[in-house]
């Protein structure tokens, strides 16, 4: 009986499978996953995204870093069984309104309203270097294009591009007004070009411009750069004394799984030979837990209940223990278990999260992270990692604007605040199901896992 109805899963796909739940039920060797609704969180205190009442009003606690307490929990989430976001909505041209240019530019740059220029070009040098994910505005109002489309494609354009447009409703999620709207056609109406019809030059330097750029990829500085970084000195510190810590239920992990040896040229702090290779498992099918869990969700189950040391997610003792055990798989295949039905289980739910919109403004991963979205341009003078091509998953790593060290988890989390969406604490099992979505891909293609570690 097992085994034809595992193979009619296969037959109807997953949206069949989840149409026919009893069909799934009834194969003992996929198991319906626990939520994050359900999952008791283990994540430090300013990771699990808890709602508290501030003068009041109800916000969702975050990361100082993320800006203030806000909250948007009347949006869709990654949460299981979030509600969907609305569908492609036609607007009301309000011909009867006027437009002012002069707000309209104003607001194009506005990073609360936006901002536009985190995407488009135009005449001004406030984004560096200028974003290109969607076309150059320089010379949009030379080329006689109707004001109602202009306004139609700020208010919603899902109606002309479609589902995959990486530009969000702007007018129809209520972020900007039909006002701002008109304001901003008439900004852009402006906008005729110098010569007539061509992007006027804005600067001298080059790498300003997307049409001048020579470098796709900037050079930022390597977040795992190993000659200095502090991420490495952080796991020195804190990771590896406690190692041979013994903890209240008096062991410690090297009691179970040997001391940390001499250091080789790959495993910088020490070689602990037990977990060698370990890491590219990760994430990993729990059954006892009904999840798949990475290193980091592992450890705040597993530490507490072997050594009852409290390792919370997002905690720098979590995250430095991470980079140890991940450390001793330096620059080895990522190994994920792609035979597992469960494994399999997890990458679709990925596949639907990293395509499901979120938040006010109603964007997804794919808006962002694949060559249709903006993947390999320029957001807000960022450079977007595309799914298919660029390793996502070498987390933990020191940020150097931060100050701090951060994990795939908090990077998920602050991917949701441009949107307007309230996160999941970072231990939710949507999000391991998501970063198992990430692993796939990196395991398909062979990538190797890397983690901060000493020069060597
Ligand atoms: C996340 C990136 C992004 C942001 C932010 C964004 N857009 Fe867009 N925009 C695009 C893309 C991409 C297109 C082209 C349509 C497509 O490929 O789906 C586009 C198309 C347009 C067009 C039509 C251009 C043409 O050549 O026909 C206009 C006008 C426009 N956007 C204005 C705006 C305004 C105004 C804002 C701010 C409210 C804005 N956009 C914010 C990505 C973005
Ligand atoms: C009492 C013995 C014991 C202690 C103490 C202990 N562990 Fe474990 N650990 C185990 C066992 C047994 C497993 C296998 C569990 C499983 O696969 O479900 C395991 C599994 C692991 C794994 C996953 C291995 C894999 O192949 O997937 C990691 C990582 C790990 N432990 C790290 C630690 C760390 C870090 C500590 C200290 C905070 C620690 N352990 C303390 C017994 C222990
Ligand atoms: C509105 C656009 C946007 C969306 C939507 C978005 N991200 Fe990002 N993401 C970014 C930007 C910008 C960066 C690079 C920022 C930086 O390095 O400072 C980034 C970086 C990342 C990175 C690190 C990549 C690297 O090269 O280090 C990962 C992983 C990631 N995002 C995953 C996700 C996932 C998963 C989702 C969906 C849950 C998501 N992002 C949604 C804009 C977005």
Request: hydrophobic share 35%; net charge positive.
């Amino acid at each position: 009986m097992k085994w034809p109805i595992c193979r009619l899963r296969g037959f109807l796909g997953w949206a069949g499978a989840v149409a026919g739940a009893a069909v799934v039920g009834a194969c003992a060797t996929v198991v319906e996953p626990v939520t994050s609704r359900e999952w008791k969180t283990r994540a430090s205190e300013l990771s699990q995204g808890r709602i508290v009442e501030i003068d009041g009003k109800r916000v969702q606690r975050r990361y100082p870093v993320f800006g203030a307490p806000t909250n948007f929990e009347d949006w869709p989430t990654y949460a299981t069984g979030s509600k969907t976001y609305f569908p492609p909505q036609k607007a009301q041209f309000p011909a009867h309104l006027k437009g002012d240019p002069k707000r309209g530019h104003e607001l194009l740059k506005n990073s609360a309203k936006g901002p536009c220029t985190a995407c488009h070009v135009i005449p001004d040098a406030t984004v560096w270097p200028a974003g290109n994910v969607g076309p150059d505005l320089r010379a949009i109002g030379a080329r006689g294009i109707s004001d109602e489309f202009l306004y139609q494609v700020i208010w919603d354009p899902r109606v002309f591009y479609g589902e995959e447009t990486p530009m969000a409703p702007f007018g129809a999620s209520g972020m900007w007004t039909p006002q701002e709207i008109m304001d901003a056609v008439a900004y852009l109406q402006s906008l005729k070009g110098n010569p007539p019809g061509q992007p006027e030059k804005v600067t001298d330097d080059k790498q300003w411009d997307p049409r001048t750029r020579d470098v796709v990829r900037p050079e930022y500085g390597d977040p795992l750069d190993p000659t200095a970084n502090p991420g490495v000195a952080l796991t020195e510190a804190i990771a590896v004394p406690l190692w041979s810590q013994t903890g209240p239920k008096g062991r410690s992990c090297a009691d179970c799984h040997g001391a940390i040896g001499a250091p080789d040229e790959k495993r910088t702090l020490g070689v602990i030979k037990s977990m060698v290779g370990v890491a590219t498992r990760y994430p990993k099918w729990f059954g006892q837990y009904r999840r798949m869990m990475s290193i980091e969700d592992f450890l705040a189950v597993h530490a507490p209940e072997t050594t009852g040391i409290e390792l919370p997610t997002q905690a720098d003792a979590n995250m430095t223990m991470s980079i140890l055990i991940k450390m001793q798989s330096y620059d080895m295949p990522y190994a994920l278990d792609l035979k597992n039905p469960n494994v399999q289980a997890a990458i679709k739910r990925g596949e639907e999260l990293f395509k499901r919109r979120v938040g006010q403004r109603g964007q997804a991963c794919m808006h962002c992270h694949t060559e249709r979205g903006g993947g390999r341009k320029f957001l807000g003078g960022r450079f977007l990692a595309d799914v298919e091509k660029d390793p996502m998953v070498n987390h933990p790593y020191w940020r150097t604007n931060w100050n701090q060290l951060i994990d795939i988890r908090m990077r998920f989390q602050w991917c949701m605040t441009p949107l307007r969406a309230n996160m999941l604490p970072g231990d939710a099992p949507e999000y391991a199901d998501l970063e198992t979505y990430l692993v796939a891909k990196q395991t398909q293609r062979g990538d190797r896992l890397q983690v901060p570690r000493l020069a060597h």
